[in-house]
């Protein structure tokens, strides 16, 4: 058995693992081994679905080392006036990269592709390779990293956790651009944005609506696209943090918290009628929404049991099924069940969210605390976890762990020049747009409301029980 030594031993080379590793060696003089089950890293983008996209602007996603696209503001097509955002081949090829050109020839990482994580006993972590099946035990100086805390549950690798009846065709998203045969009827499992990107390309590639049946047992807050832009359209980010903490100063609950949001322009739904409760940091355009609304056979009557032939089985009753209906299952989770816990203890890393919602500015973010803070009750003070439990209800809960985790590092100089200078932090350059007074007037309004927010979400979401991350 080989035994090999090292600093760090980081578990997942999904976004997390690579915007965290990449960081670290930045920072710091650090040696890592970096470990996945799969053969590349990019973790659940190389099992994507073909016209999947990210929410966000490539301009702030990936490693902080290379940038991920060229920051160009797309001029045609659903996305017209916003920054790029990358596709899955794009973003593996970003990490492929960062992994050949920054962070193997750094000669302080060492990359185990196809290679699973089994383990610890007495101080030593167990790897055994999936090709081989040779072992590997590893002693960890410093710390294991686990980077696969928050990772994706994606529909090519998920499975329903309810019956497929035999003789009913049900595929998931990524199977949609094979098909040999005209879509006549299909019907949409799942209440997530894979569900709403599968029923807009079905939409974009001219199935008519009265053809699609969607089945959504719950409704989603989503942030307005418009909000989420860096860069040169950085006033309407700052925009979303001024009304986002004005908010915050005064919500009585989740709910409330989401509706006055909608009223200022930044969270959205598809049916304003429908109250919604999910909420997981999703981001669409208004026009996505208007295109989503055309769809008009909404089924809500709770989660899918079953799938006959000719019926579909729901918790709350039943549906008729064509005899060529086609169903296209989007119910997995994306991220997983767990519950929050510490980022840092005893030798011990477990990458979390930060940051509401962007998952490489999290890790990074983590990383460079972790160079530069020894202490771990200090680091915590810095990095609380960002849950999303799924659910409105605890968004005040996850404003406060944000909110307060984003005070506490402001108030440490080196720790805001690193985050100035980072690009995966969606609010950079903000203060060089100050002649712009929808940016002076954001700043003065956080300045203004900061302490009166983090009062009143301390209050409100105090006592209420830590939650978990939920699914679909
Ligand atoms: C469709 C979609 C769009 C999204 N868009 C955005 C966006 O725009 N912005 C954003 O910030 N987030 C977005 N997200 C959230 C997304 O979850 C993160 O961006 C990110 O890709 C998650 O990375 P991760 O490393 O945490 O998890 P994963 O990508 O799931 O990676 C975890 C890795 O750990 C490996 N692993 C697990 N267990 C072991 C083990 N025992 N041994 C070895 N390896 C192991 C797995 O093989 C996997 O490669 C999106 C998610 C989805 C599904």
């Known amino acids: 058995m080989r035994e090999i030594e090292t600093d760090y031993l980081v578990v997942g080379a999904g976004a997390s693992g690579m915007a965290f590793t990449d960081t670290l060696i930045a ?55 916003f920054y790029e955002r990358a596709g899955a081949a794009e973003i593996c090829d970003h990490f492929g990269r960062a992994l050949d050109e920054v962070l193997l020839p750094s000669g302080r990482v060492r990359f185990l592709g196809r290679t699973d994580y089994r383990g610890e006993d007495g101080g030593r972590h167990h790897l055994v390779s999936l090709v081989t099946g040779a072992e590997t ?21 998920h499975r329903p956790d309810f019956e497929v009846g035999a003789g009913v065709t049900m595929i998931p998203p990524n199977d949609l651009v094979d098909l040999d045969r005209p879509l006549s009827d299909v019907t949409i499992i799942g209440a997530g944005k894979t569900a709403m990107d599968t029923c807009t390309w079905l939409l974009d590639a001219g199935v008519d609506p009265e053809r699609i049946r969607w089945i959504r047992p719950r409704d989603s807050w989503m942030f307005e696209r418009t909000y989420m832009q860096p860069l040169d359209l950085v006033a309407r980010y700052m925009q979303m943090q001024a009304h986002w903490i004005e908010v915050a100063a005064e919500a009585e609950d989740g709910r409330d918290f989401a509706h006055r949001l909608e009223e200022r322009g930044v969270f959205v739904r598809i049916d304003p009628t429908v109250e919604a409760d999910l909420f997981r940091g999703a981001t669409i355009s208004l026009g996505e929404l208007e295109s989503l609304r055309s769809i008009r056979r909404v089924v809500r009557k709770g989660k899918v049991r079953g799938l006959d032939p000719d019926r579909v089985w729901l918790d709350g009753g039943e549906e008729p099924a064509a005899p060529d209906e086609l169903f296209i299952d989007c119910t997995a989770a994306g991220v997983r069940a767990v519950e929050s816990r510490p980022l840092f203890e005893a030798g011990r890393i477990t990458l979390e969210y930060v940051t509401v919602g962007f998952v490489p500015w999290s890790a990074a973010t983590v990383a460079a605390v972790e160079a530069v803070r020894p202490d771990a009750d200090e680091k915590n003070k810095l990095c609380p976890p960002v849950v999303f439990s799924g659910s409105i209800a605890d968004v005040l809960r996850l404003a406060y762990a944000a909110t307060s985790g984003l005070v506490a590092r402001t108030r440490e100089s080196d720790l805001t020049a690193w985050n100035a200078g980072c690009r995966l932090n969606p609010n950079r350059g903000a ?21 009166r927010a983090l009062r009143n979400l301390k209050q409100r979401s105090a006592g209420a029980a830590a939650p978990l991350h939920a699914g679909s």
């Open 431 to 451: 203060e060089k747009h100050l002649d712009d007074t929808r940016v002076a007037d954001a700043f003065a309004s956080m300045m203004t409301n900061t302490g």
């Open 137 to 157: 035990t590893v002693r960890v100086r410093k710390k294991i990293v686990d980077a696969t805390y928050v990772e994706s549950s994606i529909p090519s690798r």
């Open 27 to 81: 920072q710091s003089d650090a040696d890592v081994v970096l470990v996945d089950r799969r053969h590349r890293p990019g973790g659940h983008w190389l099992d994507a679905y073909p016209f999947v996209r990210l929410h966000q602007p490539s301009a702030n996603y990936g490693v902080a080392s290379r940038p991920l696209g060229r920051d160009c503001i797309d001029d045609f097509g659903p996305n017209a006036g």
